[in-house]
């Protein structure tokens, strides 16, 4: 009886100790997912850095003296120097091979298989005239100000838009046949290179590829890619 009468504190208290306990427990769980939240941002962050470091592109260019970081996109793309070509190992392509005979210029390793491959396509009628040639890395650097002065970012140009250096357009062997958009891969003229053009040296470096880094351009076609640089498989 009297342990029944003294029973009711007791069991007060052990509550009281329980519910306090249970309190602290909380508080302590609390602390630990605040402590395993902030680590985990912690260990994100880390990760972010080192991924950032380990991936970012060290290669710049400069446009207008202000040097600029090149895209992951290109980064590791950079031609090699002697891959470029000087203006007097050039020669012209004949103008009535040309778009609205433009004057394009191309090593002449590239023009007489040009001319010989747009003499073969006639005889299948299909007329092949070329829309751009060789480009000089000032020229490739005027493309980009002038996608600048419109308002594009230097980034958002790099989408589309090779940095100067890096263009297979330097070498005088790649050549873009008109009309040099995405249409050109619903023409003729695209499916006869691709039955074709490899017998003359002519190969489309710029494939369509679902995971290829680079944008598809069908009309973008390359004789002996000297450069895996712009290779997609
Ligand atoms: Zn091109």
């Given at each position: 009886?009297?342990?029944?009468?003294?029973?009711?504190?007791?069991?007060?208290?052990?509550?009281?100790?329980?519910?306090?306990?249970?309190?602290?427990?909380?508080?302590?769980?609390?602390?630990?997912?605040?402590?395993?939240?902030?680590?985990?941002?912690?260990?994100?962050?880390?990760?972010?850095?080192?991924?950032?470091?380990?991936?970012?592109?060290?290669?710049?260019?400069?446009?207008?003296?202000?040097?600029?970081?090149?895209?992951?996109?290109?980064?590791?793309?950079?031609?090699?120097?002697?891959?470029?070509?000087?203006?007097?190992?050039?020669?012209?392509?004949?103008?009535?091979?040309?778009?609205?005979?433009y004057r394009i210029y191309v090593l002449?390793?590239?023009?007489?298989?040009?001319?010989?491959?747009?003499?073969?396509?006639?005889?299948?009628?299909?007329?092949?005239?070329?829309?751009?040639?060789?480009?000089?890395?000032?020229?490739?650097r005027r493309i980009i100000r002038n996608r600048m002065a419109a308002g594009d970012s230097f980034d958002k140009v790099l989408n589309s838009v090779a940095p100067p250096g890096y263009s297979e357009h330097h070498t005088g062997r790649a050549i873009d046949l008109c009309p040099s958009e995405a249409r050109f891969a619903f023409t003729e003229t695209y499916l006869w290179l691709v039955a074709h053009a490899a017998e003359f040296g002519f190969y489309e470096t710029l494939p369509q590829d679902p995971k290829a880094p680079l944008t598809w351009e069908s009309w973008h076609w390359t004789y002996l890619p000297v450069t895996d640089s712009l290779s997609i498989k």
């Open positions: 009886m009297a342990n029944s009468e003294t029973g009711s504190p007791d069991t007060t208290l052990i509550t009281l100790f329980a519910f306090s306990t249970y309190i602290s427990i909380l508080e302590w769980m609390k602390t630990q997912l605040k402590f395993s939240f902030m680590l985990a941002v912690l260990i994100l962050l880390s990760v972010g850095l080192f991924w950032d470091q380990a991936y970012a592109c060290d290669e710049t260019v400069i446009i207008d003296s202000v040097e600029y970081s090149v895209t992951e996109l290109w980064c590791g793309r950079v031609l090699d120097s002697t891959a470029i070509a000087k203006p007097e190992q050039l020669v012209q392509l004949p103008q009535e091979l040309t778009y609205e005979d002449p390793v590239t023009r007489e298989a040009f001319v010989n491959m747009a003499a073969t396509a006639l005889e299948d009628s299909v007329v092949l005239l070329a829309d751009s040639g060789w480009r000089s890395l000032s020229f490739q």
